[in-house]
């Protein structure tokens, strides 16, 4: 038996939940005994799957020990191959001795170096993590990036840390023809289509897309931005736009389906996100580009985090400077002006999606990290 522990799952929505669901789908369809040990109430959903899920509930600190109590009940009376984790706050309460835990970092939540020296709290944070990675059979980090913040802020031995890209589903098979109506009226006939899928929080960079926008918009009047999410910052968001006199050329789309998502990729022209870091808050890989990959897609994103991993810069998309409003603006101008180009950086993101970030090839690397 194979055990994914995790706070985030489906049915939430988010870059984390999309790869804790979509490994445990994986493994289960490659005819692993799965178990998943996820936060939250049951849902309708949950008997309906390749594997069977266990949820908890309540308040955080008990359903964390709730959790880890259960995980060492079914670890005795069970053969566990494995034990799967979303962040090392998984496995904080658990038992490590006897069981091959890999635990997986994603960027976000590790300390910097020059915070954890400037306040004590932090430098609480930083102890926690420590002990929580002590004893685990390995960390799965989900870039380049991410392993090199773990080694500089938390002293852990590079040897410990394994690079994984997350992997991918796309639902072709699932758009119904309410989908395709769904999307077509929402495109009407802009053109053309910039899109940014994402959390809707400052340090995505929709400021900088949406500053881009008001002076592309002079060559291209009929251009339409559209923002799929939800986010602490959608209302700012939202005034900036009217600000900046851009309601009639975005559009505030929401939560969206994973169909409508393969539809408005399939039917936008590049794909535009520009992160920067904010406090803690980093982007550590950039799964929506892999994402705008597999559907053909250029993107324009920034060298902030772990992007650099996810886009390779003027092969299948162009990486600007962080913060950089100018080279931002410059680089979706060129793409838009140039579809020879645009397609070429479409086409290759699509072999290297397809060829390197699937599900079938990617369960195949965790399974084999645990041997």
């Known amino acids: 038996m194979i055990i994914i522990t995790t706070q985030c799952f489906a049915p939430k929505i988010g870059g984390i939940e999309s790869l804790m669901t979509g490994m445990a789908d994986a493994m289960a369809k490659n005819g692993e005994e799965v178990l998943v040990l996820a936060d939250g109430k049951e849902v309708k959903d949950d008997k309906n799957q390749y594997y069977k899920i266990k949820r908890f509930s309540g308040w ?39 069981k091959k835990i890999l635990v997986l970092a994603h960027g976000t939540e590790i300390p910097k170096q020059y915070w954890t020296k400037m306040l004590d709290l932090l ?59 769904n999307v077509t009226n929402i495109i009407g006939d802009s053109s053309p289509v910039i899109t940014t899928l994402a959390r809707v929080e400052e340090r995505k ?20 931005y559209l923002i799929a999410g939800k986010g602490p910052y959608l209302e700012e968001i ?29 039917n936008s022209d590049l794909f535009v996100m520009t992160p920067t870091e904010v406090g803690e808050s980093v982007e550590g890989f950039g799964m929506a580009y892999i994402d705008a990959s597999f559907h053909g897609v250029a993107s324009v994103g920034s060298n902030s985090g772990g992007i650099a991993d996810a886009i390779v810069n003027n092969e299948t998309g162009i990486v600007c400077d962080s913060g950089d409003q100018k080279m931002i603006t410059e680089k979706i101008l060129l793409l838009l002006e140039n579809e020879q180009l645009r397609n070429q ?16 090839k990617k369960v195949e690397e965790y399974l084999l990290a645990a041997n």
């Open 60 to 98: 955080k600190p008990i359903r964390r020990l709730r959790k880890a109590s259960y995980l060492e009940k079914i670890c005795k009376n069970k053969t566990v191959s494995a034990i799967y984790a979303d962040s090392w706050k998984s496995v904080e309460y658990v038992n490590k001795k006897q």
């Open 123 to 181: 430098r609480f944070k930083k102890n926690r993590i420590k002990n929580s990675y002590r004893e685990v059979f390995k960390i799965i980090a989900n870039s380049s990036y991410t392993k090199d913040l773990m080694q500089a802020s938390l002293s852990l031995n590079p040897r410990d840390i394994q690079i994984i890209h997350p992997g991918i589903d796309v639902y072709n098979d699932f758009i119904s023809d309410e989908d395709r109506k």
């Open 205 to 224: 960079g929709h400021k900088y897309i949406l500053n881009a926008l008001s002076e592309i918009k002079n060559k291209f009047p009929k251009i339409l």
């Open 238 to 266: 939202k005034k900036y736009t009217t600000k900046l006199r851009l309601d009639d050329n975005v559009k505030f789309l929401g939560w969206i389906t994973e169909p409508e998502k393969s539809l408005i990729l399939k």
């Open 345 to 360: 950086l479409g086409k290759n993101g699509k072999k290297r999606a397809t060829e390197n970030y699937s599900w079938i």
